[in-house]
């Protein structure tokens, strides 16, 4: 819009008149964006004096302002014969109807009632000043005379301002009324939301499992309950409806129901009882877990108190359960620690037991041998043989059994074990099979690094690898592979051999003590080996697996947890 005057490129002048200082800034803002020029004052005195100097095209004032109220501004403006064609619109709330009849007696050209829209007062702006300078037809007739509110008045104002003012009054009732229906429409979509609302949270208490209810602060007298209290207490909620707990429970329940109540209300805050008891009609004595809010309306005190009781019974049940079974654990953990020392003492004793002897037949087999070799015939050398190889083994067995013993006392200390150097070092380690067997080829994949005691997981690799060599030593090109992966949170390491295999119908004895599925014509061993592997691997937090077919190798496979365990 062109906010200057006809022939006139220099902007309109504005005063604006309002002692609110955040209400005069916003309306010089919107002004301003139209390219009018704008001054402030803060009092009718000072807007009087100011007007007179700066001659403005439009006085904008509210009606409440400190030593001059807008309806005698305006009188003195319309008074004046310099001033009285300065159009001047008052800005007001309008919730007296004499402010209409003010407005008349002042002379005000309109009236723009507050809160308003930034479009609305611009439209008044804008007709105030196309009306501006125009001088009102002399009118001959005497003053108009109107009854309002049983006095009788006169007004002064041309018949122009009057229909101006009015017109002005009446589209800013059009205006409220259009912003009083659109508040009660807004105030029925709130009421419908309100309802859904209401109707979602009484579906929501009504069907939880945990048991609510609302006591009035006064009486406490139940005023609502839900089907979970029903079913705890065992009664019916027309039964419960406006009765006090004395009157539906027994008298310790509700003695103790009571003085929370009180107590919840008195202080004002949210109570929480951890645990108490309740008779229950239907299931007897019960173990609750309750919170008790104050429920605030207008008042300045609690209206009403709000109980959420939890039926803890079973928990705690179970609680005690495991109460019960922590003890026992803990005297079955003493009584192996117990019988651990003892194994441990007794596979000491019984390995010097068994040392002693072996050693007496050792030696005495070497005397035989070294002495009256050339006096026995083939066969007794072969006794003689037979005796030695098998002290060897029983040797090899008692050591076996005693380091298998000490995995149990041993303590895991983890720290980052890097695999591929680890497997490397023992492969390098690994002899041949028998005098004639062929060094079996062993190709190492990539393997993931995992948490572990090395010395420990030395152990696995050496038993699984020796395990492989021996096993595979009687085929024509024996082949190990070792492969490594990382499958979720575990890392999973495999030994594959392409040697004698075994049954899978017997895998339930592999990773068993003494448990060995070829005999000592077959291949050597003291079925120790494949224990070891699974006792070190279980206390590592692991698992242990293998596949095998008879003539047709086998795969021992492993997992160790990436983390804790």
Not at 119 to 129: F, K, N, Q, Y
Not at 340 to 365: C, M, Q, W
Request: charged share 25%; net charge negative; aromatic share 6%.
């Amino acid at each position: 819009m062109n906010s200057a005057g006809s022939g006139d490129s220099s902007p309109l002048h504005i005063l604006i008149v309002e002692n609110i200082t955040a209400q005069a800034q916003m309306l010089c803002h919107i002004l301003e964006e139209q390219g009018y020029c704008v001054s402030i004052a803060d009092n009718g005195q000072s807007a009087l004096e100011m007007t007179t100097g700066l001659q403005p095209a439009l006085v904008i004032s509210g009606v409440k302002i400190p030593e001059m109220s807008g309806y005698e501004l305006c009188r003195q403006i319309k008074a004046s014969p310099d001033l009285r064609q300065t159009p001047v619109i008052l800005v007001t709330s309008l919730v007296d109807p004499n402010e209409v009849l003010l407005g008349l007696q002042c002379g005000a050209d309109s009236f723009v009632i507050k809160p308003y829209e930034r479009s609305h007062m611009l439209a008044r702006v804008e007709h105030a000043l196309s009306t501006r300078g125009i001088t009102p037809v002399p009118e001959a007739s005497a003053p108009a005379e109107i009854f309002f509110h049983g006095e009788r008045h006169q007004i002064t104002a041309s018949r122009t301002q009057i229909l101006n003012l009015l017109m002005s009054t009446y589209d800013a009732a059009v205006q409220r009324n259009n912003e009083l229906t659109e508040s009660r429409e807004q105030l029925r979509e709130r009421t419908a939301e309100v309802l859904r609302s209401n109707r979602f949270l009484d579906s929501m208490i009504e069907h939880i499992p945990t048991a609510v209810y609302i006591k009035d602060a006064v009486q406490l007298r139940y005023v609502r309950v839900n089907r979970a209290l029903e079913q705890l207490a065992g009664l019916p909620r027309e039964q419960m409806l406006g009765k006090t707990a004395h009157e539906l429970f027994e008298k310790d329940d509700a003695d103790i129901s009571v003085e929370q109540d009180r107590r919840v209300l008195a202080s004002g805050l949210l109570e929480e009882i951890e645990e108490h008891r309740f008779s229950s009609q239907g299931e007897g004595r019960r173990t609750l877990h309750t919170y008790k809010v104050p429920v605030f309306g207008e008042a300045a005190g609690p209206t009403h108190v709000l109980g959420i009781s939890e039926d803890i019974t079973q928990k705690k049940e179970l609680e005690n359960v495991i109460d019960r079974l922590h003890v026992a654990l803990n005297a079955r953990a003493a009584d192996l620690e117990a019988t651990n020392k003892s194994l441990e003492s007794f596979t000491s004793a019984a390995s010097h037991d068994l040392r002693s002897p072996l050693s007496v037949i050792a030696g005495y087999a070497g005397l035989l041998e070294k002495s009256y070799a050339d006096r026995l015939d083939e066969k007794g050398l072969h006794y003689l043989s037979i005796i030695r190889a098998r002290v060897k083994s029983m040797a090899g067995l008692i050591d076996d059994l005693l380091s298998f013993s000490r995995l149990t006392l041993q303590e895991v200390a983890k720290t980052a074990v890097d695999m591929n150097v680890l497997v490397a070092q023992v492969a390098a380690e690994m002899p041949g099979f028998g005098l004639h067997a062929a060094r079996p080829a062993i190709q190492l994949g990539a393997l993931p690094d995992a948490p572990a005691d090395a010395a420990l997981l030395r152990q696995v690799w050496i038993n699984l690898l020796s395990n492989a060599v021996k096993y595979s030593s009687r085929v024509d090109v024996p082949l190990i592979e070792v492969s490594g992966r990382i499958e979720g949170a575990e890392a999973i390491y495999s030994v594959r051999d392409n040697g004698a295999g075994f049954d899978m119908a017997c895998y339930d004895k592999l990773f068993e003590v003494f448990e060995r599925l070829h005999g000592d014509q077959e291949f050597e061993g003291t079925g120790v080996g494949l224990a070891t592997v699974h006792r070190v691997v279980t206390r590592h937090g692991g698992r242990v697996w293998a596949e095998g077919k008879v003539d047709e190798g086998a795969v021992f496979h492993f997992a160790l947890p990436l983390q804790g365990g």
